[in-house]
């Protein structure tokens, strides 16, 4: 999460500076004090009231302005990260040599803090080997690099150069402030509420949105981990997150335990159906005549073979959506399957579960102890529940 973190956003004069206004919003929605930086070349191309208009302060533009006579000193000795989208071939020269010949690159030399540039030009440039030594030398500076992506440019060409989407953006700066303790280790996670057919064209479901499991997938990734992600719902992917589209609870087993033993954290997120139509036909159910009787069966519940499987040192995280008696149903499962935690939470709450943006949990671990999570954003939940997946990663070490 970028909460109270203070972001220089460097915008310089490509046509992607439109693009960067969006990531300009996306960091100010994830809580982030942004202050922006444009190039003469950039207000060409984006106005700078619009910055100004959506940043956490006035835009800045020159290092000759008179209510601070040393902004670039200011906003590099302040700034928790950098970051400059686009970053034209120009930037990426002159940071790499070392020349300061504007607000912009002086504020990146007068820093300590982390830098993100994300380039775009068109392909002939982007694959010239002067740019890309450039970018060799400040990759072993330690600065991050957003490569761009394939796809339409100016012109109407179609090649490598496109700035990369600002969701990636903004996910690569979360994952160079956010807490860098899940490197290495290898999470599994289900999103989604299974659909179970009755018929050829019709299903049970339920009206899980996906929302939690992907926010835990987006928080995994940003900490360092390698996430898998086994979803039911089409949503867009997490930058980073492998994703593994399946439908029923069947299709999701296959999808999950090949995958369990390998993986340290398993965090089963989804809801899955617990019962399904049996023998379902392969045609529609024509209406007409006496209404037909759907006899249903339950479903596998592979969670428990997860914790009848569970290994040494592996972590494998439940969750339970409830209606009455939470507390009792919760630590149920959390008995019955061999579960180090359960997220419980009462989805007959206002703001609570199924297709909120919000949600309320208490995570309840096998030791006994519990943590009550009131209302938050689903990726704060993410937090806590991966927080104390960590602590308790540390206390078995």
């Not at 302060?57 to 700034?79: C, F, M, N, Y």
């Not at 139509?277 to 529609?284: L, Q, T």
Request: hydrophobic letters at 45%; one cysteine or more.
């Amino acid at each position: 999460m970028l909460q109270g973190r203070r972001v220089v956003l460097g915008v310089t004069g490509g046509i992607a500076a439109y693009k960067a206004v969006e990531v300009c919003r996306r960091l100010v929605d994830a809580g982030a004090h942004v202050s922006p930086i444009m190039t003469e070349g950039a207000t060409r191309f984006v106005g700078e009231v619009t910055f100004s208009a959506l940043a956490s302060e006035k835009v800045q533009t020159s290092l000759w302005d008179e209510e601070s006579p040393i902004p670039h000193t200011r906003l590099g000795q302040d700034a928790d990260v950098i970051v400059v989208a686009p970053a034209t071939a120009r930037l990426l020269g002159h940071y790499a040599a070392g020349i300061s010949n504007d607000l912009l690159t002086a504020t990146l030399l007068a820093t300590r803090a982390p830098v993100v540039v994300c380039p775009a030009m068109h392909t002939e440039m982007w694959e010239h080997p002067a740019v890309q030594d450039n970018l060799a030398v400040l990759r072993q500076r330690g600065v991050h690099v957003v490569e761009p992506e394939s796809g339409r440019l100016a012109g109407g060409d179609v090649g490598a150069g496109r700035l990369a989407d600002p969701a990636a953006i903004v996910a690569a700066v979360e994952r160079v402030l956010g807490p860098r303790d899940m490197v290495g280790l290898k999470v599994l996670v289900t999103a989604g509420g299974t659909r179970e057919p009755i018929d050829a064209v019709r299903v049970i479901t339920n009206r899980s949105s996906g929302k939690q499991g992907y926010a835990l997938a987006e928080e995994a990734v940003a900490r360092g981990a390698d996430v898998v992600l086994v979803s039911t719902v089409d949503r867009p992917a997490p930058p980073g997150v492998e994703v593994v589209r399946v439908g029923s609870c069947a299709e999701m087993e296959a999808a999950v335990v090949p995958r369990a033993a390998a993986s340290d954290v398993i965090v089963m997120a989804a809801a899955v159906a617990d019962f399904r139509p049996k023998n379902p036909p392969d045609r529609k159910i024509k209406k007409g005549g006496a209404v037909p009787e759907i006899v249903l069966e339950p479903t596998h519940d592979f969670l428990v073979d997860l914790g009848r499987a569970k290994r040494p040192g592996q972590i494998l995280v439940g969750f339970a959506a409830e209606t009455d008696d939470l507390r009792g149903n919760a630590l149920g499962k959390l008995e019955r399957k061999n579960l180090d935690f359960i997220v419980g939470n009462d989805v007959s709450a206002p703001g609570v579960g199924f297709e909120h943006d919000t949600n309320a949990v208490i995570i309840y671990s096998s030791d006994g102890s519990e943590r009550e999570v009131p209302l938050r954003g689903k990726r704060e939940i993410a937090t806590a529940i991966l927080d104390a997946v960590i602590q308790q990663r540390s206390d078995q070490q």
